[in-house]
């Protein structure tokens, strides 16, 4: 829930996860809650391409690889055709 802490255990799985993923997608967010926000910068460092969908600036735009604008909802399924 927003606004409670993560347990360490939680965030140590999120930080594997980022870094064995294929592909990061974050949707729908500003990227600025920590520590959170640094999971999809850890799969970025390890070389996994960085897809942003999200309306309105983030605080990781710079770091997106793809950054698509507009309503995270119209604009996720028709990601799906690919």
Known sequence: MFGQPLEEETL??????AEACDLVLAAGS????EPAASV?????SAGKPYLIV???PTAH?????????????SLLPSLLVF
């Open 12 to 17: 140590l799985r999120a930080f594997r996860a």
């Open 30 to 33: 500003t990227l600025s809650v």
């Open 40 to 44: 999809p910068l850890a799969a970025k």
């Open 54 to 56: 999200n309306r309105g």
């Open 61 to 73: 735009d710079a770091a997106a690889d793809v950054r698509l604008e507009g309503d995270a909802c």
